[in-house]
């Protein structure tokens, strides 16, 4: 049975650090992309980062590039989200989630192009953890 399971969230001053971390079982890690979603209130679910563990490749959105990191530890099956310089506008319940078989799409960036994860239609998900930065 595929589980994820977030911890890390909770209450932050504008200009903070959280660090969420997603853990995984009940398959093979490398097999899968994951990735870190959020749902507002008012908004749209969005892709905030994606993580492909197999080549290391990362996706992040214009909202959070620059100032969160996504990174997986293979040995324990775990990935984290690294979020620094954090907004009230990131207020929101994060979830992880993950996705098999993973796919990749060719972005232009900076000058040069990059295979990263795509960052959608996801099948698996876990609980969600809330997230609140104060202003």
């Known amino acids: 049975e595929v589980q994820l399971v977030e911890s890390g969230g909770g209450l932050v001053q504008a200009g903070g650090s959280l660090r969420l971390s997603c853990a995984t079982s009940?398959?093979?890690?490398?097999?899968?992309?994951i990735g870190w979603f959020r749902h507002a209130p008012g908004k749209e679910r969005e892709g905030v980062s994606c993580?492909?563990?197999?080549?290391?490749?990362?996706y992040y959105s214009d909202s959070v590039k620059g100032r969160f990191t996504i990174s997986s530890d293979n040995a324990e099956n775990t990935v984290y989200l690294q979020m620094n310089e954090l907004k009230p506008e990131d207020t929101a319940i994060y979830y992880c989630?993950?996705?098999?078989?993973?796919?990749?799409?060719?972005?232009?960036?900076?000058?040069?192009?990059?295979?990263?994860?795509?960052?959608?239609?996801?099948?698996?998900w876990g609980q969600g953890i809330q997230v609140t930065v104060a202003s």
């Open positions: 009940g398959f093979t890690f490398e097999n899968y992309a």
């Open positions: 993580i492909t563990s197999s080549d290391g490749n990362t």
């Open positions: 989630a993950a996705r098999t078989p993973p796919r990749w799409i060719r972005r232009f960036y900076g000058g040069e192009y990059y295979y990263t994860p795509v960052c959608e239609d996801y099948n698996y």
